[in-house]
């Protein structure tokens, strides 16, 4: 496959053209960013646990029966994927009460979230990611009653694997953010699902094992990247008496350390 013309550039992820018939190549940069971009770094080897992360889940989704965009690694940092016409929705499903959601409402942080709780926000950086609620998603003609039945339906099974799945490593999954896009009629999982999309926790101490630590400058971004990593791909079911396959052998730089890389100082 022949990577073709910049398509679409990103905060984090640049995607590009293929001379493959509804193919694109995603690839995952080293750039973090928080806070609207307010804050930017770049971060040696980030993208790349970034893909190993999230190839890992989509294929570990399809599995289980949900259709995404990810069709296979190239390399370390560049993953092929379907083309999908991608609805401009952040759907973000919470199990935990933390950040803004303390922020704007009378939750106490830590608070579990039964049944999870699905909020919907119009992704457009211009408005600052207003929330919406499904009348107004209606009205804009963004996604259609049916179409928006189906994205929750989708993100509460996804929500239910992974909280299954990471639990078996201690790690407690607070909330995460995924897209959608569509193939034809199939409403498809799309983007990223990573440490920068996710809220993790470990479960005994809470220590946050995402891009909070970068946001709040909590430790060493990279080495709490490298080590989550591991854990997460660690936590697939196998078969009896089968060796897990190390996360080197999965077209993937898990488990090579990086050097330290602190994140600068927000100016």
């Known amino acids: 496959m022949k990577q073709g013309k910049l398509l679409y550039a990103g905060k984090a992820k640049s995607v590009f053209r293929t001379d493959k018939k509804d193919t694109l190549i995603v690839e995952f940069r080293d750039d973090i960013t928080a806070f609207d971009g ?9 993208g790349s646990y970034n ?20 069709l296979e690694m190239l390399d370390e940092r560049r993953m092929a994927v379907r083309t999908l016409t991608m609805i401009p929705l952040e759907v973000i499903v919470r199990n935990v009460a933390a950040g803004s959601i ?9 608070t579990k979230l039964s049944p999870p709780v699905i909020v919907i926000d119009f992704k457009d950086d211009s408005r600052h990611d207003p929330m919406l609620n499904d009348d107004l998603i209606v009205a804009l003609k963004l996604a259609t009653p049916a179409e928006l039945a189906r994205i929750k339906k989708i993100a ?18 607070v909330d995460f ?8 009629k199939t409403i498809r999982l799309g983007d990223e699902i990573s440490m920068d999309s996710m809220r993790l926790w470990d479960k005994k101490t809470k220590e946050s094992l995402d891009k909070d630590v970068y946001r709040f400058n909590k430790g060493d971004v990279m080495a709490t990247y490298n080590r989550v990593a591991g854990r997460i791909t660690r936590a697939a079911p196998h078969p009896a008496g089968a060796k897990k396959k190390p996360a080197a052998q999965m077209k993937r730089t ?4 990086p050097a330290p890389a602190k994140p600068k100082a927000k100016k």
């Open 38 to 46: 307010g804050k930017k770094d770049t971060l040696k080897n980030k």
């Open 51 to 70: 893909a190993a992360v999230s190839a890992f889940f989509f294929g570990y989704l399809e599995k289980h029966g949900v259709k995404t965009h990810y």
């Open 102 to 110: 303390v922020r704007n409402y009378p939750f106490k942080e830590g």
């Open 156 to 173: 509460l099974e996804i929500n239910r694997l992974l909280v299954t799945l990471l639990a078996k490593e201690g790690i407690l999954l």
């Open 177 to 184: 953010k995924i897209e959608f896009g569509r193939q034809g």
């Open 254 to 257: 898990v488990s090579r350390k």
